[in-house]
């Protein structure tokens, strides 16, 4: 069975420019979380979808957004991008957003802003 | 929301029982201790996740203190590849599903 996926794995971006981040989550998983791991630092909350409605943010700005479509594959999209964005972005989806149970990570998709 | 403390390394002789030790003294009564390891910046990796009673799996034994206030991750032979930075984390199932992650423990496992 394929676990959690994620696309593109590497990308470089420049200041100012958008991206979007694509995550496949586990089958028959329909929540779905993002979260922001910069060098040296454990990961940070971004946001978590549960039936594609949004269930949580974290203290991340406006420039940062996400969606849940109904095959519950999710994007993180990322607007007017800085410096400080460089980072591993890893997705993590579970059955069900009650707990307990485990929350699978896929491998990341690592940005670099210039 | 309830936050982990952990050592920041540790070292462990291969073959012999690494304990990772974690203090969670503000964790709340429905929150969950999950163990995570990561390798070179690669996705995190599921290890065991416990509530109140100790837990065991093919990979480690999770003790949890009475009070919940602390636990204790246990390899129970390390192996080279498990080196990797371990962390503690508090799940939060309320209106949000989340992981709170600390800085975690950086263990290398020596020959």
């Known amino acids: 069975d394929a676990g959690v996926t994620q696309s593109p794995t590497h990308l470089i971006k420049t200041r100012g420019q958008h991206v979007t981040l694509r995550c496949s989550p586990i089958?028959?998983?329909?929540?779905v979380s993002w979260y922001q791991q910069v060098l040296g630092q454990g990961p940070q909350f971004i946001f978590q979808?549960?039936?594609?409605?949004?269930?949580g943010r974290g203290n991340f700005p406006d420039r940062f957004s996400a969606r849940q479509f109904p095959n519950y594959s999710s994007e993180l999209n990322v607007n007017a991008l800085l410096l400080g964005d460089s980072a591993l972005y890893l997705c993590a989806s579970s059955s069900s957003p009650q707990g307990p149970g485990e929350l699978f990570f896929g491998e990341g998709s690592r940005l670099t802003v210039l | 929301d309830a936050k982990t403390t952990q050592p920041p390394s540790m070292d462990c002789a291969e073959g012999r029982a690494a304990n990772l030790p974690c203090n969670h003294s503000?964790?709340?009564?429905?929150?969950?201790v999950y163990w995570y390891r990561q390798i070179h910046s690669q996705g995190p990796q599921y290890i065991i996740h416990?509530?109140?009673n100790n837990e065991t799996n093919e990979m480690a034994s999770l003790i949890i203190t009475e009070d919940r206030k602390s636990s204790t991750l246990i390899l129970p032979h390390a192996t080279l590849r498990d080196t990797a930075v371990y962390y503690c984390?508090?799940?939060?199932?309320?209106?949000?599903?989340?992981?709170?992650f600390g800085t975690g423990t950086r263990l290398q496992v020596f020959p």
């Open positions: 503000t964790i709340s009564g429905n929150e969950y």
């Open positions: 416990g509530l109140k």
């Open positions: 979808y549960y039936e594609k409605e949004e269930r």
């Open positions: 984390i508090v799940r939060v199932v309320r209106n949000t599903d989340k992981l709170i």
């Open positions: 089958s028959g998983h329909k929540s």
